[in-house]
């Protein structure tokens, strides 16, 4: 059994505005820390996320918007924070890799990392004139089969052609030895086809890469080379151990580290599962103990973009179906690990059917019932066949969200089944009152149940239902539907 939980998101580009992308990774690191902190209690968990601001990308997304880089990343931050709370999302820290705290901590890595040997007695870091195509959009060098009619795939743009003189980290010392900690699990990979994925990788052989850049203006300045800025993915990865501490807290650090789940999409794999575990090695620290990489979902098909125009921002759905109701909709969509296309249109569909109609209206039906026959009274629950809550729980430890939902689900239906089978309405009027008891208990049993089972998922309306349904109070049909219908 775990005894402490560190849990991290990516940090977010703040050169893009937060989407439903980056909403459903948030998302499901939340119910993870939500649910670990009810096993492990509150102080042994720690959810970290925050925002990734340096490099050419957000440099040139300030300078369009007229505003100075800071300025830039400081209103843009604001609006990741703001989405965060509109999902309830309950992280310890928030991360920004241009606070102090992170930029002074990313130097001293540097130091580490220019006196560091590998395995074979190299020095860690060297200095070589590096000539690539260079793809702003990605933040990364791009090899011509990469390519396609000469463009990034995922950018459609042509990369820049770049030759300078940079510092590189000598990876290819380091991956015998993170194959072995990959293949053996001490470093798990998750999915197992990411893990082959991985392991294929490393097979074809990994070029060393540069870790740092001339011309780069927005970025974090070399200690001991100051024509240099740090390339922005190792400021970026850093952010996992500088947020806790490292290198000069040490009580702090070692509390938390290694994290046990970093979470991501397929699109950053090859620098969490290649670049990020060799820096670690050169900086004599235990790897992460697992990576989750779920996958990347489509709209109607296509990618989320800015320039088609179809970005979806969790704020405009709070709007229309609550919290809990973007919580359920993200969630209940499709398996955590495989990628997917939403249709937005099935949302009214999913939200009407699922929470309007299903638990809201066994909510409503049932204190109504409680309020209308029984004058309010809780009996004991009882129930006629056990609902195992375990079996949530171990849902939600392999990070299958839509199974647990579907679960839920038939927790619903099961109620509402009771419900039609034994007439309420039909053993008031007859005055089967003991019946009416025993029929009225097992369903509010089964609702709290349910609201247990939802408490990382849907953290509100579990409290809601929670509330309602209070033996020490009197149960009333709640003034306002959970999920209003839309
Ligand atoms: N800044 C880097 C990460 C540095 S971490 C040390 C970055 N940022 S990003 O803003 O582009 O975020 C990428 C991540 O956002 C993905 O890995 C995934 O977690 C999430 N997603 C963004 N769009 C997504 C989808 N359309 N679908 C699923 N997840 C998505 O990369």
């Known amino acids: ?68 880089p800071q300025q830039f990343c400081d209103q843009t931050a604001v609006l990741f924070k703001k989405a965060w709370q509109s999902l309830n999302i309950s992280n310890d820290d928030f991360i920004r890799t241009t606070e102090e705290r992170h930029i002074k901590a990313v130097q001293k890595i540097f130091n580490q990392l220019k006196e560091a040997k590998t395995p074979k007695g190299n020095p860690a870091i060297y200095q070589d004139t590096y000539q690539g195509l260079y793809c702003t959009g990605c933040e990364k060098f791009m090899t011509e089969k990469e390519l396609v009619d000469g463009k990034c795939p995922d950018h459609q743009k042509k990369p820049e052609k770049l030759s300078e003189k940079n510092w590189f980290f000598r990876l290819s010392d380091y991956l015998d030895d993170l194959k ?29 890469f540069s870790i740092s850049r001339e011309t780069v203006t927005w970025g974090v300045e070399l200690p001991f080379d100051k024509t240099q800025k740090s390339y922005v993915w190792v400021d970026a ?26 979470l991501m999409a397929q699109d950053i794999l090859k620098f969490h599962a290649l670049y990020w575990p060799a820096l670690l090695m050169a900086l004599d620290l235990p790897l992460p103990k697992r990576e989750f990489i779920h996958g990347f979902f489509t709209i109607d098909g296509k990618k989320m973009s800015k320039s088609l125009g179809n970005i979806i921002t969790p704020e405009e759905l709070v709007k229309k179906y609550g919290t809990d109701g973007v919580r ?111 029929t009225l208990g097992e369903v509010r049993g089964i609702l ?18 929670t509330d309602i349904f209070d033996s020490k109070k009197k149960i009333e049909k709640p003034k306002e539907p959970l999920f209003k219908r839309v």
Do not use: C
């Open 180 to 208: 072995k900690r990959i293949e053996s699990n001490e470093f798990e990979i998750l999915p197992e086809g990411r893990k082959n994925e991985t392991l294929g990788l490393i097979e074809q052989g990994v070029a060393d």
């Open 1 to 68: 059994m775990k005894k402490k939980f560190y849990i991290t998101t990516p940090i977010y580009y703040v050169n893009d505005r937060p989407h439903i992308g980056h909403s459903y990774t948030t998302l499901v690191a939340d119910v993870l820390a939500r649910y670990y902190r009810e096993k492990l209690g509150k102080d042994n968990v720690f959810f970290l996320t925050g925002t990734d601001e340096h490099g050419t990308k957000v440099a040139q997304s300030a300078e369009q918007s007229g505003l100075s």
């Open 237 to 262: 990865l850093s952010n996992y151990i500088t947020a806790i501490g490292y290198p000069d807290d040490k009580e702090k650090f070692n509390k938390w580290w290694p994290a046990d789940l970093h």
């Open 328 to 438: 359920y909709l993200l969630l209940s969509q499709f398996s955590f690990g495989q990628e997917a296309d939403i249709k937005a249109e099935l949302f009214d569909e999913r939200y009407n059917a699922d929470l309007a109609n299903g638990i809201g209206n066994l909510v409503s039906r049932t204190a109504n019932m409680f309020e209308n026959y029984l004058d309010g009274k809780a009996p004991p629950s009882r129930l006629k066949f056990d609902i195992d809550i375990n079996e949530i729980d171990d849902l939600i430890e392999d990070y299958n969200f839509s199974d647990a939902l579907r679960k839920v689900n038939e927790n619903i239906e099961f109620g509402n089944k009771i419900i039609e089978s034994d007439k309420p309405w039909l053993l008031y009027k007859n005055g089967k009152i003991d019946l009416l008891i025993k």
């Open 448 to 465: 709290l149940k349910i609201a247990d089972q939802l408490k990382a998922i849907l953290p509100n309306t579990s409290e809601k239902i």
